[in-house]
């Protein structure tokens, strides 16, 4: 079933949203090589408890942190650790925030220091394409024109696309219906009306599109060994132009 949110829950989803926005870029500025992501997560717990928020993701079906913090070549998942973060990698930081009684969520991949040319260009492919789906989350279009937008601009640039994972409703739950897939075709799949929250977020591989699940039954990465990137917003579906609730 798909929950559309009233003009006072939205606002309230908006307020959620900022908070989530502001820490994650206050993550982001802690993200330097000799940095941990268990650090992340710790910072992230305390933004939270000033903000009067929760964090979503602690204790969901067994989650063991905070965040979310997948290096390199994890696509979705991954448990901070006591790594440092060495320079040239990248590591993908999804934040979930409850806020009196509603979820917000998004993803960023952040470069670690100075990276190559290539990894450049995943990031910004990958931001592309977010943005190319969010354009196309507006009232009358369907689900199917979101995928069909992202996969547009991701599959011109040889990278790949992950499609076993994808975006979601959310809402009082972090994930509720339409499941928003990554891929088109465009027309398909449920009518977007006002109201409706979507997380939409494409994951981009550099190399093969396969994903594997590692043995803690969470941690999911590149069949390949290949880096992946993973960008991520939630946003309200309105008469007019999409509003991006975890924007500052």
């Given at each position: 079933?798909?929950?559309?949110k ?10 959620g949203?900022?908070?989530?926005a ?5 993550l ?8 941990t992501?268990?650090?992340l997560?710790a910072?992230?717990?305390e933004i ?8 979503s ?7 063991p ?11 979705v998942h991954g ?16 934040l ?5 009684g ?23 492919v ?6 190319a789906?969010?354009?196309q ?20 640039s ?18 509720e ?23 939409i ?9 396969d ?5 803690d039954?969470?941690?999911?990465a ?27």
């Amino acid at each position: 079933m798909i929950y559309r949110k009233s003009p006072e829950e939205l606002a309230v989803m908006r307020r959620g949203g900022r908070i989530l926005a502001g820490a994650l870029e206050r993550l982001g500025e802690m993200i330097v090589p000799g940095a941990t992501s268990n650090q992340l997560d710790a910072a992230f717990a305390e933004i939270l408890a000033e903000a009067g928020a929760t964090a979503s993701f602690k204790g969901y079906n067994g989650f063991p942190a905070h965040i979310c913090a997948s290096p390199d070549d994890v696509i979705v998942h991954g448990f901070p650790n006591d790594d440092p973060l060495q320079e040239g990698s990248v590591i993908s930081i999804d934040l979930g925030v409850l806020y009196q009684g509603f979820h917000t969520d998004s993803a960023w991949t952040f470069p670690v220091g100075a990276v190559g040319p290539q990894v450049s260009l995943l990031l910004e492919v990958t931001q592309a394409a977010l943005r190319a789906g969010i354009a196309q989350a507006t009232e009358g279009n369907r689900v199917g024109d979101i995928g069909a937008a992202i996969e547009a601009v991701v599959q011109p640039s040889g990278f790949e696309l992950v499609q076993e994972y994808a975006g979601h409703g959310v809402g009082r739950s972090l994930h509720e219906d339409p499941w928003v897939p990554n891929f088109g075709p465009p027309g398909k799949r449920e009518k977007l009306a006002s109201g409706m929250t979507l997380a939409i977020e494409p994951m981009v591989n550099m190399g093969s599109p396969d994903a594997i699940t590692w043995a803690d039954g969470w941690t999911v990465a590149t069949a390949d060994g290949s880096i992946s990137a993973h960008f991520e917003h939630t946003i309200a579906v309105t008469s007019e132009a999409p509003l991006i609730l975890t924007t500052r």
